[in-house]
């Protein structure tokens, strides 16, 4: 079936680094659009990074420019986030999602989300 | 990259109508008609309700729908049922490969 799995939360202290992946099945992968969206305990989502399918776009919300790099890897079916410079503000369950035809400007696939704990 | 403005909570005794509104600007719900509603229930991924301001995917009920005047989107639930209680989350386009959410929506079948 059609299925996003993240991987590569956890605990990680201010400052340091953490890699997200996303692994996708059931689906044509390289022809959908992907983003990063994360919810912080208690809050609401926020949108974090999108890529094209082909990788020729990306873009990032500010609160993260310079500081996460979006990636993809469509012969291994997998999306990333590298993860710099985290602070405690990042700490937000990370939810990857992807936009297919025709609602590409929607997400219409989920993965069930990763935890980032950044605290010293 | 402003959150878009949901009412809090809204509520709404079973089988009436409630409207949850989405207030951008003209650079993002204004702008666009890529407005999107997700449904999220307590621990779960947020599911896709309606997207291009007021079309349905697949297997979401004729329950739900959407609509947009200027810079305010709205998603109109009809029919209300138990099961519709959730969290519901506005999202727009916002140029440049850009998105926003709104802050949500908590709905409470009464």
């Known amino acids: 079936q059609v299925q996003l799995v993240e991987s590569g939360g956890g605990l990680v202290k201010p400052g340091g680094s953490l890699r997200l992946s996303c692994a996708a099945s059931g689906f044509t992968f390289s022809d959908y659009y992907m983003s990063w969206i994360r919810q912080a305990p208690g809050k609401g989502l926020e949108w974090v990074s999108y890529i094209s399918s082909s990788s020729s776009y990306t873009n990032y919300a500010d609160s993260v420019k310079g500081r996460f790099t979006i990636s993809r890897d469509n012969a291994k079916n997998s999306l990333y986030l590298q993860m710099n410079s985290l602070r405690a503000e990042d700490t937000a369950v990370y939810y990857c999602?992807?936009?297919?035809?025709?609602?590409?400007?929607?997400?219409?696939?989920w993965g069930q989300g990763t935890m980032v704990t950044v605290s010293s | 990259q402003s959150a878009l403005t949901q009412p809090r909570s809204v509520s709404g005794s079973p089988g009436q109508s409630v409207t949850i509104s989405c207030t951008g600007t003209?650079?993002?719900?204004?702008?666009?008609?890529?407005v999107s509603w997700y449904q999220q229930h307590p621990g779960k991924a947020p599911k896709l309700m309606i997207y291009?301001?007021?079309k349905r995917p697949s297997g979401v009920p004729d329950r739900f729908s959407g609509s947009k005047s200027g810079n305010t989107a709205s998603l109109t639930i009809s029919g209300l049922q138990a099961e519709d209680e959730a969290d519901y989350y506005c999202c727009s386009y916002a140029g440049s490969y850009t998105f926003v959410f709104g802050g949500g929506t908590k709905l409470t079948v009464l």
């Open positions: 003209s650079s993002d719900v204004g702008g666009y008609n890529y």
């Open positions: 291009d301001v007021s």
């Open positions: 999602a992807g936009s297919g035809w025709p609602q590409i400007d929607a997400f219409d696939i």
